[in-house]
């Protein structure tokens, strides 16, 4: 059964109700596909860069630039929504 990112998220997400979640969830929207899959791995699953690598073709380096450029996309979004700083 395929649910939606926001039901993955809502599920999953601890302390869900301490987070702004229509910011967070337009933030997410923002991310491209891999993007997001990485984020959302690491920090919902608690993978590994080197086993989020191997399941992208990506070496460590690679999994840990894509999710810290989504953790730098994420923040500016979140700000632009917002309008403050996090």
Known sequence: MSQTLEQE???RLPLWENIESGALLYA???LDERERYVFLA???DKRPFDVIGVQLGLSYKGAAAVYY???RKLKKSIEGVNG???
């Open 69 to 71: 450029r989504a953790i």
């Open 9 to 11: 998220v809502m599920e």
């Open 84 to 86: 403050y700083d996090i």
């Open 42 to 44: 690491r920090v919902l």
């Open 28 to 30: 997410l929207k923002q």
